[in-house]
């Protein structure tokens, strides 16, 4: 499905809850929403313009984000204990001028159960995004297994999909395996590589993989003075398509359950078998668990947050001794 850019926030939450609505009256208890569903995906977009109109584009952009937590993670929240699902949906989140590829996660009593930052922004994304870290990509229990997610090209760093299949087990000497993992990895590739990184990642980590892709075309964007499209726009109608989608479902063994569809955005849907597929695959291959030679190969992740500032003294303690050394200067 299709975004909705610079602070169309009705349109928004009307397109959210057409899906949900829709998913629910299907039965589905897990809903996952692609990457930057709330704030949009810049695609086209040059942020390498440092002129005063890409300023200004910024400002937009900025301002369309949202703030975590925050009143659209209240309206997301009530949504997902409306037709309680489990809700999974990604935004741009603004925490103070810095942008981040976030993911919010909600139970279907409404309750706000955290977010995931984007590690590593892909490619060019670092030129207005910053970094997560590991302190904020969280692995969730529910009735139906352990959500988490990995979001775009994260799914490329080997390292961090291994922290993610160790998120949640209990490390003993025999090194048990997470167990009914549901893997949510949403992405900006619309690639014809994609689907086969893809089942990869469910048969290496033996887990369903939901990757929702957005699916958009130029009138989804702000027209033209005020959104240029990259590379020129004169390359592309309002209905050219700048965002193939491909949104795919896969199962542990690596079997596609909803395959690709490349022709307009739409609710997928499949049916995902926890308890009893997950074990088979897992008897095959554990790469946290039998099939790990820790003996050779370990891997240790930092998993605090990792501050740009820290202060050695409470602020309290810093105003005492800002007032002590005036007194001294008196």
Same mark, same amino acid.
């Given at each position: ?9 009705? #349109?928004?939450?009307? #397109? ?8 629910? $009256? ?33 400002? #937009? ?10 009143? /659209?993670?209240?309206?997301? $929240?009530?949504? $997902? ?114 689907? $086969? ?21 130029? #009138? ?12 020129? /726009? /004169? ?71 990792l501050l740009p500032v820290t202060f050695t003294s409470s602020p309290s303690k810093i105003k005492d001794d800002e007032e002590m050394d005036e007194c001294q200067d008196i």
């Amino acid at each position: 499905m299709s975004w909705i850019f610079f602070q169309k926030r009705m #349109k928004e939450r009307y #397109k959210a809850e057409r899906f949900l609505k829709e998913a629910a $009256a299907l039965g589905s208890q897990l809903a996952v929403f692609p990457e930057a569903f709330i704030g949009g995906y810049p695609r086209g977009y040059n942020f390498a313009d440092q002129s005063p109109r890409g300023k200004e584009s910024f400002r #937009k952009y900025h301002a369309s984000a949202i703030n975590v937590p925050g009143p /659209e993670v209240d309206r997301l $929240a009530s949504m $997902a204990a409306k037709y309680k699902v489990y809700l999974v949906t990604g935004g741009v989140e603004k925490d103070g001028y810095t942008l981040y590829c976030t993911f919010l996660f909600f139970d279907p009593e409404g309750n706000y159960l955290g977010k995931h930052r984007k590690l590593m922004p892909t490619y060019w994304e670092r030129l207005f995004r910053g970094f997560g870290d590991c302190s904020i990509t969280p692995v969730y229990d529910t009735p139906y297994g352990k959500l988490g997610l990995v979001i775009c090209w994260e799914n490329r760093m080997p390292l961090f999909r291994t922290a993610m299949y160790g998120k949640g087990i209990s490390f003993t000497i025999s090194f048990s395996s997470l167990t009914n993992m549901i893997y949510c990895a949403p992405t900006a590739d619309s690639g014809d590589t994609w689907v $086969a990184t893809m089942r990869h990642v469910a048969i290496e980590g033996g887990c369903y993989v939901l990757s929702p892709i957005q699916f958009c075309r130029r #009138k989804d964007y702000p027209p033209p003075p005020e959104y240029l499209y990259s590379p020129t /726009e /004169e390359d592309v109608t309002p209905d050219s398509i700048v965002w193939a989608g491909g949104s795919v479902i896969i199962s542990p063994h690596g079997e596609i359950l909803a395959r690709p569809n490349y022709e307009g955005e739409g609710l997928f849907t499949a049916d995902l078998d926890v308890r009893r597929e997950i074990p088979k695959a897992k008897f095959q291959l554990d790469v946290v668990g039998h099939y790990l030679r820790a003996d050779v190969l370990s891997l240790t992740v930092n998993n605090r947050p990792l501050l740009p500032v820290t202060f050695t003294s409470s602020p309290s303690k810093i105003k005492d001794d800002e007032e002590m050394d005036e007194c001294q200067d008196i």
